[in-house]
């Protein structure tokens, strides 16, 4: 990979939450952008602004989490279909979980979350994209 630090989109209607990943993330180096829903982040996405790595609510607005995983792994441009996605779900969001493995999410972490355990899997799904190292 290159010099620079990867690129990650963080898409959640919760202003709090947004801010808490930009925070954890940012101060380990990604570069972030921030979306309020699914839609601004398909509008992102699709209009050439592409990460590394997703992070979705699940829980949105107009374009939902999975949604927009869906709208992703239907792309047909590679750099969206392959794109690694992580889904914040609620407890209650098993089926948007299951729902989401099944089209093509790579990983999900349950809301509350340790902004910890987040970038941990925010990591791993890098490298296993090859995006990232193993540190
Ligand atoms: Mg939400």
Known sequence: MNASYPKVLVADDDRIVRRIVVAKLSG??????????????????????????????????????????????????????ELPVIMLTSRRGERDVIEGLKTGLDDYVTKPFSPDELAARVHTALWRAGKRRPT
């Not at 952008?33 to 107009?62: C, F, K, N, W």
Request: glycine share 10%; no cysteine.
């Open 28 to 81: 380990l180096g990604y570069e972030m952008t921030e979306a309020q829903d699914g839609r601004e982040a398909l509008d992102l996405l699709e209009g050439g602004h592409v990460p590394d790595l997703v992070i979705t609510d699940s829980l949105m607005p107009r374009v939902n989490g999975l949604q927009l995983v869906r709208a992703l792994r239907e792309s047909a441009d590679p750099a969206l279909s």
